[in-house]
């Protein structure tokens, strides 16, 4: 059998920018037996009886030279049929080694041999399903499920980036035409050997910069079709890869007007949903994460507020079923960060108030009620003090006789009812610790107190002090209702004095205008 390598050298010679499916050039025919089969015995000898003129041939030689001349080719039929068995060959060689993926220890050995650049060299044959069956190995080397360490894993990775991956997976997807079934799966294995090499965050922003795989994703994404294919679902799924891993990445796409695309697309969905557990409702979310992770950008909030994004979010609070929980993460994001305020004022001048406060007044799951919390916490930190827009803000609070805030009182109860069983838990744990093993345990305690609910207790707290220091009406409302629980006004201080040790703690991550936002929040709790 011939070795892999030995063949990877024989037909890894094609342009990339071919449509060809099998090769016909003659530079590597030489060595190939071609013609007739040597007639039984010949041992090259020279024929002393003449059997090769005149009626001296056999009759299955006589047979393959009519069908010769018949063909008028000159033998290049043959040719072609060694030809193509060779490829044949090199496919089975190729699918042969995935079981390399069973084995990731010898991932740097692989690498070392030059097994990995030529396996790379393969995705530029001129016959594509060459291309498509290397692309399909790379894809399942690198799959997440491969128990590889991260050593074998870097030196695989290494080796493929160091051979040009990234440009030779696009200029595939340039190349292959998805109405053609293999090129459609070709296509389908690039798009997941994009998404395993963007674990890697490095890649991800590289990719970007080398090719304009954005560009590609962006207009695949657009595509019309009878049904969201599996294709374009999974390109948008990619694309949000590719946005979340890099903010060169968010830059690239906010100017390509990416924004304005994503709303255009998601409009379709204001009233209507997909399909429970289609590609089109995985798609739809997709777009919904690429249009999430943009707008924490200055320049995405901007460009949703050109787009009249904030309109189209509230017309889904208000209509949308499925679009409803997304437009509201949606909402959250864009308002958050030091760049949020115009968008926090735009909410407003849409009536976006209402729609709001009405799905404050009903249970939702945590995820909703942190992005509620989360959307009002944005508005009370970024409206200017005594603007007409920070009144309505808080006449939302005071009117029905402070319903919404015997609301905020009763969501404060219920995640502190959970919190405060995994704060005892934790108590008890680190009273038979030492102070070192305690140290090691912070990252899982946090963990578990993040699970219970600590951000969204945190949030509904910060609000509360918000309107005790804004309204008198309003803080003595929080008095009294806190007072039926057993509690004071300092309760809310301590939940905001712990967020401010956190911030202490850990003066990397912190972040100036809250840290003097809690300490000017906290006077008024005591």
């Known amino acids: 059998?011939?070795?892999?390598?030995?063949?990877?050298?024989?037909?890894?010679?094609?342009?990339?920018?071919?449509?060809?499916?099998?090769?016909?050039?003659?530079?590597?025919?030489?060595?190939?037996?071609?013609?007739?089969?040597?007639?039984?015995?010949?041992?090259?000898?020279?024929?002393?009886?003449?059997?090769?003129?005149?009626?001296?041939?056999?009759?299955?030689?006589?047979?393959?030279?009519?069908?010769?001349?018949?063909?008028?080719k000159d033998?290049?039929?043959?040719?072609?049929?060694?030809?193509?068995?060779?490829?044949?060959?090199?496919?089975?060689?190729?699918?042969?080694v995935s079981i390399l993926s069973e084995h990731p220890e010898l991932y740097p050995e692989f690498a070392k041999l030059g097994c990995v650049a030529s396996l790379v060299s393969l995705l530029s044959h001129e016959n594509t399903d060459i291309a498509i069956g290397a692309i399909e190995l790379i894809?399942?080397?690198?799959?997440?499920?491969?128990?590889a360490e991260q050593a074998h894993w870097d030196a695989l990775i290494d080796a493929l980036l160091d051979a040009d991956l990234s440009n030779l997976l696009f200029?595939?997807?340039?190349?292959?035409?998805?109405?053609?079934?293999?090129?459609?799966?070709?296509?389908?294995?690039?798009?997941?050997?994009?998404?395993?090499?963007?674990?890697?965050?490095?890649?991800?922003?590289k990719i970007a910069e080398q090719t304009s795989i954005i560009s590609w994703l962006l207009s695949r994404i657009q595509r019309s079709e009878p049904a969201v294919s599996q294709n374009k679902q999974y390109s948008a799924e990619v694309l949000a890869i590719l946005l979340q891993s890099s903010e060169s990445n968010r830059s690239q796409l906010i100017e390509q007007d990416g924004i304005d695309v994503f709303l255009q697309l998601l409009s379709a969905y204001?009233?209507?949903?997909?399909?429970?557990?289609?590609?089109?409702?995985?798609?739809?979310?997709?777009?919904?994460?690429?249009?999430?992770?943009c707008v924490d950008e200055a320049d995405g909030k901007q460009k949703l507020l050109d787009a009249e994004g904030i309109e189209l979010c509230v017309i889904m609070l208000k209509e949308g079923k499925m679009s409803r929980p997304r437009a509201l993460r949606l909402l959250d994001h864009a308002l958050g960060g030091v760049h949020g305020a115009p968008c926090c004022e735009k909410l407003i001048e849409a009536a976006g108030l209402k729609a709001i406060f009405s799905l404050l007044m009903k249970k939702?799951?945590?995820?909703?009620?942190?992005?509620?919390?989360?959307?009002?916490?944005?508005?009370?930190?970024?409206?200017?003090?005594?603007?007409?827009?920070?009144?309505?803000?808080?006449?939302?609070?005071?009117?029905?006789?402070?319903?919404?805030?015997?609301?905020?009182?009763?969501?404060?109860?219920?995640?502190?009812?959970?919190?405060?069983?995994?704060?005892?838990?934790?108590?008890q744990e680190r009273a038979g610790l030492s102070s070192t093993e305690q140290v090691s345990k912070e990252d899982e305690w946090l963990s578990r107190r993040l699970d219970a609910g600590l951000f969204s207790l945190q949030a509904v707290d910060v609000i509360l002090a918000w309107l005790v220091a804004e309204d008198e009406g309003a803080k003595t409302q929080i008095q009294n209702l806190l007072s039926d629980r057993d509690e004071t006004l300092q309760d809310l201080g301590a939940t905001l004095q712990d967020q401010l040790n956190s911030m202490n703690a850990s003066p990397d991550d912190e972040d100036p205008v809250v840290k003097d936002m809690l300490g000017t929040l906290l006077s008024y709790l005591h």
């Open 364 to 427: 939702h799951d945590d995820q909703m009620a942190e992005h509620l919390l989360g959307i009002l916490g944005s508005m009370f930190r970024s409206l200017p003090a005594d603007s007409a827009l920070r009144i309505r803000l808080l006449a939302k609070f005071i009117e029905k006789d402070y319903e919404k805030i015997g609301r905020l009182i009763q969501i404060r109860q219920d995640y502190l009812s959970k919190f405060s069983i995994v704060e005892q838990d934790i108590k």
């Open 171 to 205: 200029e595939n997807l340039k190349r292959m035409d998805e109405s053609i079934e293999s090129d459609r799966a070709g296509i389908y294995h690039i798009l997941g050997v994009v998404e395993n090499l963007s674990s890697r965050l490095s890649f991800a922003a």
């Open 139 to 147: 894809n399942e080397l690198t799959d997440e499920d491969v128990e």
């Open 270 to 293: 204001r009233k209507r949903d997909p399909a429970k557990g289609s590609e089109e409702e995985e798609y739809v979310e997709n777009v919904f994460d690429c249009i999430t992770c």
């Open 75 to 96: 033998g290049a039929a043959v040719i072609s049929e060694q030809f193509m068995s060779s490829e044949a060959d090199l496919d089975a060689e190729i699918k042969s």
């Open 1 to 72: 059998m011939t070795t892999i390598d030995e063949l990877f050298k024989i037909s890894a010679n094609g342009d990339v920018k071919s449509h060809g499916r099998a090769a016909d050039d003659d530079d590597n025919v030489d060595d190939i037996e071609a013609g007739p089969e040597l007639p039984p015995d010949y041992d090259g000898a020279e024929d002393e009886e003449g059997r090769f003129f005149g009626g001296g041939i056999t009759t299955d030689t006589a047979d393959v030279l009519d069908f010769i001349d018949d063909r008028d």
